[in-house]
């Protein structure tokens, strides 16, 4: 009976584990990260809506736009102590 008990609680440990771990590794899109403003090293605009989607913020961050749709830093951007 000992035994029974034993393989059961192991199943059932095994299973908890196995679906913890798949309920981890789900990749539900971004992730966070941040901008730094004035450096687009390592930004993907699409994971920022909220700076990329409005001319407005993107200019306070020092980006532009160009007419081809690629993002740049304004070359007379001054940081600003960042």
Same mark, same amino acid.
């Given at each position: 009976?000992?035994?029974?008990?034993?393989? %059961?609680?192991? $199943?059932?440990?095994?299973?908890?584990? +196995?679906? +913890? %771990?798949?309920?981890?590794?789900? /990749?539900?899109?971004?992730?966070?990260?941040?901008?730094?403003?004035?450096?687009? =090293?390592?930004?993907?605009? %699409? =994971?920022?809506?909220?700076?990329?989607?409005? @001319? $407005?913020? %993107?200019?306070?961050?020092?980006?532009?736009?160009?007419? /081809?749709?690629? *993002?740049?830093?304004? @070359? /007379? *951007?001054?940081?600003?102590?960042?």
């Amino acid at each position: 009976m000992w035994t029974k008990i034993r393989i %059961a609680l192991a $199943a059932v440990l095994l299973l908890g584990t +196995a679906s +913890a %771990a798949l309920a981890g590794s789900r /990749d539900d899109g971004p992730s966070g990260g941040y901008v730094v403003p004035g450096s687009l =090293d390592g930004v993907n605009p %699409a =994971d920022h809506p909220h700076i990329f989607g409005n @001319p $407005a913020v %993107a200019r306070s961050y020092g980006f532009f736009q160009s007419r /081809d749709g690629s *993002w740049h830093v304004r @070359p /007379d *951007w001054r940081s600003g102590g960042y």
